[in-house]
Nanobody
Framework: QVQLVESGGGLVQAGGSLRLACGASGRSFSGFGMGWFRQAPGKERQFVAAISWSGGSTKYADSVKGRFTISRDNAKNTVYLQMNSLKPEDTAVYYC????????????????????WGQGTRVTVSS
C-alpha cells in the first residue's frame, strides 16, 4: 500500500521557520516527481513547490519564491520543504504529492490527476 506521510507542521510565529518532511513507502518511487500543495481554511488546494526525481529541477509558486526550498533524499524516499520567513498567510494544511510528471506538470495539473497524496500536516503562523 502506497503511503505518503507528512510531518513537521506546527505553530510558529511570523518570521519563523519550519521544515516539513514527507516519507514515501509502499512502492518504488524511482523517476517520480514530488510536490507540496497547501489548503488554507475556506480555500482551494494550491500548488506550492515541486522537485524532479534527480532534484535538478524545481518550481515554486510566486507566493513562496525566495522563502521556501524544496529538496529530496532519494535514499530515504523523503522530500522536504524548508519554510523560512513565514507569514500568517502561509497558514494551511500542507500536502505532499507524488507522480510521474514534470515540475511544471505539478503546477499545472488538475489535483485529481495527481496519483498519490499524503494526509497533510497543519501549519499555523501567528502574527
Amino acid at each position: 500500500q502506497v503511503q505518503l506521510v507528512e510531518s513537521g507542521g506546527g505553530l510558529v510565529q511570523a518570521g519563523g521557520s519550519l521544515r516539513l518532511a514527507c516519507g514515501a513507502s509502499g512502492r518504488s518511487f524511482s523517476g517520480f516527481g514530488m510536490g507540496w500543495f497547501r489548503q488554507a481554511p475556506g480555500k482551494e488546494r494550491q500548488f506550492v513547490a515541486a522537485i524532479s526525481w534527480s532534484g535538478g529541477s524545481t518550481k515554486y509558486a510566486d507566493s513562496v519564491k525566495g522563502r521556501f526550498t524544496i529538496s529530496r533524499d532519494n535514499a530515504k524516499n523523503t522530500v522536504y520543504l524548508q519554510m523560512n520567513s513565514l507569514k500568517p498567510e502561509d497558514t494551511a494544511v500542507y500536502y505532499c504529492a507524488a507522480d510521474l510528471r514534470t515540475v511544471a506538470g505539478f503546477a499545472s495539473s488538475e489535483l485529481s490527476e495527481i496519483k498519490y497524496w499524503g494526509q497533510g500536516t497543519r501549519v499555523t503562523v501567528s502574527s
